[in-house]
């Protein structure tokens, strides 16, 4: 198989004069993205950065990302995408962690790249480049277009690494998830296999390129059939309806809250968003309403959920158009092509339909394990199997439902609730906004159930209305016993920071 940054030379021979990358005024051909790379790998290559070499990329949405991404896997760097609104400390983690040779940063992060540097004093750390002006630091671009466009004699190999993808860190620090060029080309390959995606696709990307299933899926699986990706530096609800029509869009990808906007802006009725093939969601649980209200809203688009974990490159499950019409409330149906996923009991046996266990998956894209963590690598891949922590049932017509995570089982009076399936009942509660489900410690029940709510603006929520709305869809024991008015913390990928709540709740 050919190495990523192949993929893209391919790309850019068989269709040069595609647009391959438009952000803001900014548009690249195939052609011209191809020698813009090889302009920055000769550059980072005179800069010392070598094959096998940690290049941290801290970027956010631009074109920069794009060729900053390229031009470390043409040498056949590991590149190390990170969230670029990490604070120092969480900076000099990634650093530390990868073992980076280099750290590339957009110019718009420069305080933050500063404080990581003062936590230093000038020493310790590592060259850093910024890709465009930024006062006090080597604009790399720069530097780079006066180098040769002609791509460099370096040899990368189907098995040398190339990625390591940071886990959103729900649960504590973030572990760093290896994955080497065999593992990112079929993620390529099974995002197209299933979600059904045609070359010449015109992406929209509004969700962080840094988060695996922009990335690995979207980003990179989309150079291997000439897409078009339009990039956007963030969300906005009106500006994303506005670029679908103007650019004709035909594929968008968007965790659950974002869907939640988008279906809350009055000009969605007015706009012409008929260009739309997929709308693809994931990242997080959607619920059952927001689901039925996007298909009535997006009628010519096919409406598909990714279920997974960036540790499966990322793989899981899907949920396609068909299956969310009859069955929304649930979070996958079959595998994503070339993946195996089975529902486990704690003996490792399959679980009988109704019944709860671990959702284990294993293929090619799973990952070669956490970077410089064989322990915690032993405890979640086995025997080939990527041990999830996701609790999930399957019925007899085989849909997959996520129910929790293992962490987040909550157990009162000695009886199991899953929190995904309380949220889910109470996110159609009208002043509901977002919410959150955990446990508190509780002496009489062991635990109880807390909601936790941002209400949307203007309403007002109390325990007995919440109470009342979940007791058409829960069990008594299910029930909140607690509410508690507040902004629900979540990571950039749209997942709820549980471990966070829990803290506050706690003392």
Request: proline share 6%.
């Amino acid at each position: 198989m050919p190495s990523l940054a192949q993929v893209l030379s391919r790309t850019a021979t068989r269709v040069p004069d595609r647009i391959a990358v438009q952000f803001g005024s900014t548009s690249l051909t195939y052609a011209a993205l191809e020698r813009r790379v090889n302009q920055l790998a000769r550059e980072l290559t005179d800069r010392g950065l070598r094959h096998g070499d940690r290049l941290l990329l801290l970027s956010g949405n631009s074109d920069a990302f794009v060729i900053a991404l390229y031009a470390g896997l043409r040498l056949g760097a590991i590149v190390v995408p990170v969230n670029p609104r990490s604070a120092p400390p969480e900076v000099d983690h990634f650093v530390t962690d990868s073992g980076a040779r280099l750290l590339l940063f957009g110019p718009e992060l420069v305080a933050n790249v500063r404080g990581w540097q003062a936590q230093h004093e000038g020493a310790g750390g590592i060259p850093a480049l910024a890709l465009g002006e930024a006062a006090g630091f080597d604009d790399v671009l720069t530097a780079a277009s006066a180098q040769p466009d002609d791509p460099l004699d370096v040899e990368v190999a189907e098995d040398d690494d190339a990625l390591i993808i940071y886990t959103s860190g729900t649960t504590g620090r973030p572990k760093g998830a290896l994955f080497d060029q065999h593992r990112i080309l079929w993620v390529g390959i099974n995002t197209a296999l299933g979600l059904g995606l045609h070359e010449g696709e015109r992406m929209l990307h509004v969700a962080p390129l840094y988060h695996s299933a922009s990335l690995d899926m979207l980003l990179i699986g989309g150079m291997m059939y000439g897409a078009t990706h339009v990039i956007l530096p963030g969300f906005d609800p009106e500006t994303v309806l506005e670029t679908i029509e103007r650019e004709r869009s035909t594929f968008f990808f968007g965790v659950p809250t974002m869907y939640t906007f988008l279906l809350r802006t009055p000009s969605i009725a007015s706009r012409d968003l008929s260009s739309l093939r997929v709308c693809m969601y994931g990242a997080a649980p959607m619920p059952a309403t927001t689901a039925e209200a996007l298909v009535a809203a997006l009628p010519g688009a096919s409406i598909i959920q990714a279920c997974g974990q960036t540790e499966g490159g990322p793989g899981g499950i899907l949920l396609q158009h068909d299956e969310v019409l009859e069955r929304p409330s649930a979070s996958g149906r079959s595998a994503v092509p070339n993946t195996e996923v089975r529902i486990i009991d704690l003996e490792g046996n399959d679980v009988a339909p109704g019944a709860v266990g671990e959702m284990i998956m294993r293929g090619e894209t799973m990952m070669k394990g956490y970077w410089g963590k064989p322990e915690v690598t032993a405890e979640t891949v086995r025997d080939g199997w990527v041990h999830t922590g996701d609790l999930a049932s399957v019925d007899e017509d085989g849909y997959i439902t996520l129910v929790d995570r293992l962490k987040d089982l909550i157990i009162t009076g000695g009886r199991n609730v899953y929190s995904a399936e309380v949220e889910s009942a109470l996110a159609g509660h009208p002043a509901v906004g977002d919410i959150a489900v955990v446990g508190r410690p509780d002496d009489e029940y062991g635990e109880k159930v807390v909601a936790v709510v941002t209400p949307r603006d203007g309403a007002e929520l109390t325990l007995a209305d919440l109470r009342e709305y979940g007791a058409r869809h829960l069990s008594s024991y299910k029930l909140p016993r607690e509410l508690v008015i507040a902004e629900i913390p979540r990571n950039p990928s749209g997942k709820i920071l549980k471990h966070r709540i829990r803290e506050k709740l706690h003392g």
